[in-house]
C-alpha cells in the first residue's frame, strides 16, 4: 500500500482531477508545490485520519445529544440555556469538566480538582470519574476526595 492523495478541483473536467502517489516524499514534495490551500487541506485530512484510528469517537452536535450530556455533569436545561457569567464557581467548574470529557479522553490529569467545589459539583466530580472507563492522574489533598476514587 503506498500512500496518495487525490487532487480534485470542483467545477473542473475529469482530467484536472490528479492523483499524488510517486511514494510519500515525493508525493509531499508534489503537493507543496501546488496552491496553499492544498497542503492544508491534506494537513487537515491526515489529523482527521489519525484522529479516527486513535479511538477518538465523534459525537452528533444536535442539542439534545449535548444537553444530555451536560445533565451527566448536573447541568440541567435551565442551566444549560443560561449565560456562563450567572453561573456559580461551582457550576463553572462542572461545565469545564462536561467539556474536557466531550472528546472521550483515554486520561484525564486533575490538579487539586476539589478546591473551590461545592459539595454538590464534589459529588458530581466524584460519580462522573467512577463512570469514567479511562485512567485519572490526580493530585489532591482532600482525603475523602482520594478515599472515593482512588483504588
Not at 103 to 109: A, G, M, R, S
Not at 126 to 132: D, P
Request: glycine share 8%.
Amino acid at each position: 500500500g503506498e500512500l496518495c492523495y487525490q487532487v480534485k478541483r470542483t467545477g473542473q473536467m475529469g482530467s484536472a482531477n490528479l492523483w499524488e502517489h510517486q511514494g510519500l516524499a515525493n508525493t509531499v514534495t508534489n503537493l507543496e508545490k501546488k496552491d496553499g490551500y492544498v497542503m492544508k487541506l491534506v494537513k487537515e485530512y491526515d489529523e482527521l485520519i489519525k484522529m479516527e484510528a486513535s479511538g477518538v469517537d465523534l459525537r452528533p452536535l444536535d442539542e439534545p445529544f449535548v444537553r444530555l450530556h451536560l445533565e451527566q455533569f448536573g447541568i440541567h436545561d435551565d442551566l444549560a440555556s443560561t449565560m456562563l457569567k450567572g453561573f456559580s464557581g461551582g457550576q463553572k467548574s462542572r461545565v469545564v469538566m462536561a467539556a474536557a470529557m466531550w472528546t472521550l479522553p483515554h486520561l484525564v490529569c486533575l490538579d487539586e480538582p476539589t478546591n473551590f467545589l461545592d459539595k454538590v459539583t464534589f459529588n458530581a466530580l466524584v460519580q462522573a470519574l467512577k463512570r469514567f472507563k479511562g485512567a485519572v492522574l490526580t493530585i489532591s489533598h482532600n482525603q475523602e476526595f482520594v478515599d472515593q476514587v482512588a483504588n
